[in-house]
């Protein structure tokens, strides 16, 4: 990043920050209180049933009713889209806020047991936070939620499918568990978002030339380590802790570069929402399904029909026979890596569209990427794209049971008990190993 | 720029508790990976498992402090046969990829708000090493320690220099563990496995078994460092244990020597000496306005890039480390 483009970066975070800052001490503008009257901030949040700070959202519409100590109401107020809005107490003595739970809309949250109503301290109290999304509503049965869970395990699972194809042919062809994949797919997200919002171009030409920066940033990183490593005879398990530490260089550096927030696209940031039957999406999450389908097909013809597609099976299947019949090995490797990265980046692209961009969002792939392939059998390209959507799918139904907060640690267990079962995964073969 | 600070500073951390943390990290990893060939990345893990072990067995269920320190060994070992269990039977790449997940999925079941009861969530738990430093026998203030007619030194306060004397000293009885282990008869089946897996079972060794005692053994080391983490600080968050942690023990490990029974004890030190020595010198650069294109808050940043770079270079160009011999470290392939 040049120089003057770090400052604007660093400026924006700060305005920002300040905004946020000064936003939450003094909403209303600063107005100092007189001695009788004083003036108290409230704030509503839909945290969403999660830890995660970066989906809150504020709610808007809510009435908020004030009583004092002998339950007398003395002010209603309604927040504002922001989710914020000022109370005047009258004067000195015990106040208790209270959320009308009747204002609030159907798609939002409850506030957790107890914490609709906060008491005001009369000398300490400036700003009242209530939370809501931290305890589920009692008339959504379980049961209703579950063609949404498989709507959203489908989408999500075809996700980590597109980003763990060239993950698994990776390992295929040249044996190597690349624990720097997660950042080959931050890089393509990252990449897209300077171009979509520093350029100003819109996203799906910014996604093109992503890609294309994508697959040509596979290549080279092939060329300048890893084929390099591998023609100094440099084991297997060496490369796998090179890849470890490049995928924390690399991550590091995008830290550095992007910087440790949350940022969304230009376009299709929020939109509304669609239902169709019982459930509920919006448009770009159709589309993506749509686009994820076509890439998959066209994979899959690569792979079936094409000369490079045939190769790259066989020398994923068995190197040294693949090199006997006159195939290139090293011109069908860096066809993989080019792939491989290429489709990292449109994952990558497309996990932020989804949610938003941030440093370590391929990271947080990174896990159910390697469950993905392992179940479905390590080194096999239909494998990948049939274990990785088996995982989306269970660890978003899983939610039915598991806290949400929790889902991911499911993938963890469907990774310990296939490799009890079935090590070799759904498609892979078996082998005598041990 | 203050350069006798900065070495101070350098040094005291050098040898500080992290330090000691990092050494027991490394030398569990150099049962793994220097003796067995065994590639663990989630040692954060383990590392996690010591230090909630004991901050959980205070705090939530109130029981001695002694008494839970004897609970980590049971608890790290039922850890590793978890994870081994279902690998170790398997080529070392699966233990690979199970473990890297491991140590983010404790992280995130240790911050869940489900379990803020038993666990603290994503505050931790605090204050649960009273009875440890109750037995503190050092007094008074801060001392520093300077090397003979210069200003530079450690520094430490009297509850630091008991969590060094124990500490230092759970390092050195370690090494000397590590040392007789691996000399035994038990040791050499070990190295025979990191060289030639198949040529061990030929000889009718349980292979199996003898990867899983190795990734056991190594797990409570690591999870030794854990206690230290926790009682040190005197307080566990689950963010404190991220998976860079697990890299730093590497970085520790390779670049004192793998293979070697001193060499994760010298890579811990000089790691932790380099990696403050750049902290402080970026920071005090920064204040100096000498650099000018970097701020504070990145400063750990640009260390974590500096780790990943090294732990590339030293895998590449010396693997063997400071101390250590090219041909016990299992980085090129002999056949």
């Known amino acids: ?434 | 720029m203050d350069w006798q600070f900065i070495l101070s500073v350098s040094l005291t951390t050098a040898f500080g508790p992290q330090a000691i943390v990092f050494a027991l990290a490394a030398i569990g990893l150099n049962m793994h990976f220097g003796y067995t060939g065994l590639v663990n990345f989630g040692q954060v893990g383990f590392i996690a498992i010591g230090a909630y072990t004991v901050a959980m067995g205070v705090d939530t269920f109130g029981l001695s402090f002694w008494l839970c320190v004897f609970l980590t060994f049971f608890t790290a070992s039922v850890w590793a046969l978890v994870l081994g269990v279902p690998t170790l039977r398997l080529r070392t790449d699966y233990l690979a990829i199970v473990t890297i997940a491991s140590g983010e999925i404790i992280r995130l079941v240790l911050r869940a708000n489900t379990f803020t009861d038993t666990t603290g969530g994503a505050a931790g738990i605090q204050n649960f090493a009273g009875d440890f430093f109750g037995l503190n026998p050092f007094t008074g203030d801060r001392k520093a320690l300077n090397i003979p007619g210069t200003d530079v030194g450690v520094t430490y306060s009297a509850n630091q220099f008991w969590v060094l004397l124990i500490g230092w000293s759970i390092v050195a009885l370690t090494c000397l563990f590590v040392y007789l282990l691996v000399r035994s008869p038990w040791g050499r089946v070990l190295k025979a496995i990191r060289e030639d897996e198949d040529a061990v079972r030929s000889l009718g060794k349980n292979v199996y078994v003898y990867k899983l005692q190795s990734l056991a053994i190594g797990g409570v080391i690591g999870a030794v460092g854990g206690i230290i983490f926790a009682v040190s600080r005197q307080s566990v968050v689950p963010d404190s244990l991220g998976t860079a942690l697990t890299f730093f023990a590497y970085v520790a490990l390779v670049l004192g020597g793998a293979a070697r029974v001193l060499g994760p004890v010298l890579g811990s030190i000089v790691f932790f000496f380099l990696s403050a020595f750049v902290d402080v010198a970026l920071r005090e650069a920064i204040e100096a306005d000498v650099i000018t294109f970097l701020v504070g808050s990145e400063v750990g940043v640009v260390r974590n890039i500096l780790v990943g770079v090294g732990l590339m270079a030293l895998m590449v160009f010396r693997p063997q480390g400071i101390i250590g011999d090219k041909s016990e470290v299992a980085v090129s392939v002999r056949r």
Do not use: C
């Open chain 1, 1 to 434: 990043m040049s120089p003057d483009r770090r400052t604007l970066h660093l400026l924006f975070a700060f305005v920002l920050a300040a905004t946020v800052l000064l936003g939450s001490a003094s909403p209303s503008g600063a107005q100092e209180p007189s001695d009788d009257e004083r003036e108290v901030a409230v704030n509503v949040v839909d945290r969403k049933g999660t830890a995660d700070r970066q989906d809150d959202e504020p709610v808007g519409g809510v009435v908020i009713v004030v009583t004092d100590d002998s339950d007398v109401e003395v002010d209603e107020i309604e927040t504002d889209e922001d989710g914020k809005a000022t109370i005047t107490l009258p004067g000195e003595g015990q106040f208790t806020a209270t959320l009308d739970l009747d204002s609030l809309d159907e798609d939002v949250g409850l506030p957790r047991e107890g914490r609709d109503a906060i008491s005001i301290d009369p000398n300490r109290a400036r700003i009242l936070n209530f939370t809501l999304g931290d305890r589920e509503r009692a008339s959504s049965s379980t049961w209703d939620k579950v063609p949404q869970l498989i709507f959203n395990g489908f989408s999500f699972g075809l996700v980590i499918a597109i980003t763990s194809v060239g993950l698994s042919l990776i390992y295929g062809t040249t044996g190597l568990v690349n624990f720097s994949h997660s950042e080959h797919v931050t890089w393509g997200a990252v990449v897209a978002w300077w171009i979509n919002v520093d350029h100003d171009l819109h996203i799906i030409p910014a996604a093109l030339i992503a890609i294309a920066i994508g697959a040509a940033s596979g290549a080279i990183v092939n060329r300048l380590v890893w084929s390099r490593l591998r023609s100094r005879g440099m084991s297997l398990v060496a490369m796998m802790i090179v890849s470890i530490g490049l995928s924390l260089a690399a991550r590091s550096l995008l830290q550095l570069l992007f910087g440790g927030v949350f940022r969304p696209y230009r376009q299709f940031y929020r939109q509304g929402g669609i239902d169709i039957g019982p459930i509920t999406t919006t448009p770009k999450i159709l589309w993506m399904i749509a686009l994820i389908i076509v890439v998959i097909v066209a994979i899959a013809s690569l792979l079936q029909y094409t000369r490079i597609g045939k190769a790259m099976r066989a020398v994923a299947d068995n190197g040294d026979l693949a090199a006997s019949s006159g195939i290139d090995v090293d011109r069908v490797i860096l066809f993989v890596w080019a792939l491989g990265g290429g489709l990292a980046a449109l994952g990558g692209i497309l996990f932020g569209l989804q949610q938003q961009v941030q440093f370590e969002m391929g990271f947080r792939l990174l896990l159910l990427m390697f469950a993905g392939i392992t179940l479905g059998g390590l080194g096999t390209a239909y494998g990948a794209l049939v274990g990785s959507f088996v995982v989306g799918m269970f660890i978003e139904v899983s939610t039915l049971v598991v806290p949400t907060e929790l889902k991911n640690v499911g993938a963890l267990l469907v990774l310990v008990v296939v490799l009890l079962v079935r090590p070799q995964g759904i498609l892979g073969r078996a082998e005598r190993i041990g």
